[in-house]
């Protein structure tokens, strides 16, 4: 899934809209205890709670095919380029749905019935994904992800939306990363259990199949159906904290208006190459990877799933520390230079050596976390706040056309020239996102630009436009 959960505390500095550090306006009477009182950090722990458990279904079962690739293929009959369309289904909406996801909850159903509409699209997507797999009707699962695209990517803004809204101040950086780590926990935890309950489920029902194969999947729907029974929780106790605290409903913050794409500079537009031409060679490969760690290094099944996750489960304790690791020393577009040479490095290694995979899956797992950390926030030094949410939603939008029509690609190469072939594509991807960064290094050069300035630098020249102002 697409990662703009480290982007989103860039779209809002401090107000008195949050409830960090607001106390109620209560009369007389008696106090609230600390674990009921939306003022009191007990009471925003347990909505935390809630919050980081609000995506955790979304995430566990975006990956259930690349979890359960080999029985997909051998149940359903398939070939990888019909398999890759479960994950291109997932990404169209979402080409539309980055611009407008934020207006709905603002304008339309408000945050909080917004979370629970986008909570239920992924819940029934799920399920309808499950029954085509039972029923053994492939057009009912593209269907199925197809649903549950238009919910996954838009629970994640109001995911964010909510951590706004309680967390807005010094916790903010932290709720973010503990979202971001409970996400990856989801998608980690899919990558390792689907299997084996795969098996078990196998064994009840007498022998492999798409009827085994549905059943598991209609298992991993609980996790969806954990995760609206979360949105249903958050939406009760913000209502409760908006009478206590006499608040509004929290808003995403971003204004979309399309008119300002024709304003982006250069830079922004190199950016999104890079974002594209990144991601393309991260998460197609993750979806192909468990058949590609069996075929060519002779693992396990289980011993290929693990390896497949060891992206996201460097990811989910790496992406704090490294994201506090490029606030402190700035530098962006090295840091993204880096990020990129090391992927290219790593997929180098596991298309042309038989080195252990664990090394270069572990590798990517560090540069994938540390291009997410430089990357995304250098949106927000080339373009003014106003434009913040139309630059993102487009960069969203296009990194899921991408994601989109490489799916389908890397389903078609890896059918007609195998896997090494595509190991050569995902490395001519990279190369592409290789030369952008070094564009975008002399375009920003040459423009006076600040994206590759140290922290320092960057703070004295806002401690400056500060002292102008005033």
Not at 391 to 414: C, E, H, R, V
Request: proline content about 3%; charged content about 15%; hydrophobic content about 55%.
């Amino acid at each position: 899934m697409a990662d703009f959960e480290e982007r989103r505390s860039l779209l809002g500095g401090e107000d008195e809209g949050s409830f960090t550090g607001r106390r109620a306006a209560r009369g007389p009477g008696r106090s609230l205890p600390a674990i009921c009182d939306p003022s009191h950090l007990l009471h925003r722990v347990v909505v935390l709670i809630f919050m980081c458990f609000l995506g955790f279904g979304s995430y566990f079962c975006y990956d259930n095919p690349a979890a359960l690739q080999t029985q997909v293929l051998q149940d359903l009959n398939l070939n990888t380029a019909k398999f890759m369309q479960l994950y291109a289904w997932y990404s169209w909406p979402n080409v539309v749905l980055c611009f407008f996801g934020g207006f709905l909850l603002d304008r339309v159903f408000g945050i909080r019935l917004g979370t629970i509409i986008f909570s239920l699209f992924v819940c029934v997507g799920q399920i309808i994904f499950a029954a085509g797999a039972l029923l053994n009707r492939f057009w009912l699962m593209e269907i199925g992800r197809f649903v549950f695209g238009i919910g996954g990517e838009s629970l994640a803004v109001a995911q964010n939306t909510y951590a706004v809204n309680w967390f807005k101040g010094k916790e903010l950086n932290l709720v973010f990363g503990l979202q971001l780590s409970m996400a990856r926990l989801g998608s980690t935890v899919n990558m390792n259990i689907m299997g084996w309950v795969y098996s078990k489920v196998a064994d009840l029902v007498g022998s492999p199949g798409h009827t085994a194969l549905g059943a598991s999947l209609m298992i991993a729907a609980v996790t969806c159906l954990f995760s609206l029974i979360c949105a249903l929780v958050l939406g009760f106790l913000d209502k409760r904290a908006e009478k206590i605290l006499h608040k509004e409903q929290g808003k995403t913050g971003e204004v979309i208006k399309l008119t300002d794409v024709k304003d982006f500079p250069l830079p922004l537009w190199i950016i999104f190459i890079i974002c594209v031409c990144y991601y393309v060679a991260i998460f197609p490969f993750i979806g192909l990877g468990q058949v590609f760690f069996i075929e060519k290094f002779n693992f396990s099944p289980a011993e290929a799933r693990a390896v497949n996750s060891i992206v996201y489960i460097i990811s989910a304790p790496a992406s704090p520390v490294l994201g506090f690791m490029v606030d402190k020393t700035g530098r962006n577009v090295i840091w993204v230079f880096c990020a990129v040479v090391t992927t290219l490095a790593a997929h180098m290694m596991l298309a042309f050596t038989f080195w252990n995979p664990w090394i270069g899956m572990s590798l990517l797992g560090v540069s994938y976390s540390l291009l997410a950390c430089a990357l995304w926030p250098m949106v927000a030094f080339v373009v003014p706040e106003h434009q913040l949410g139309t630059a993102y939603g487009f960069m969203q939008s296009i990194q899921n056309l991408g994601l989109a029509l490489i799916a389908m690609a890397a389903g078609a190469i890896l059918d007609t020239r195998g896997y090494l072939f595509l190991e050569v594509f995902f490395c001519a991807c990279i190369c592409i996102a290789l030369m952008a960064v070094v564009m975008l290094y002399f375009v920003d050069y040459l423009r006076g630009g600040d994206l590759n300035w140290s922290a320092s630098a960057r703070a004295k020249l806002l401690k400056e436009a500060t002292s102008d102002a005033e």
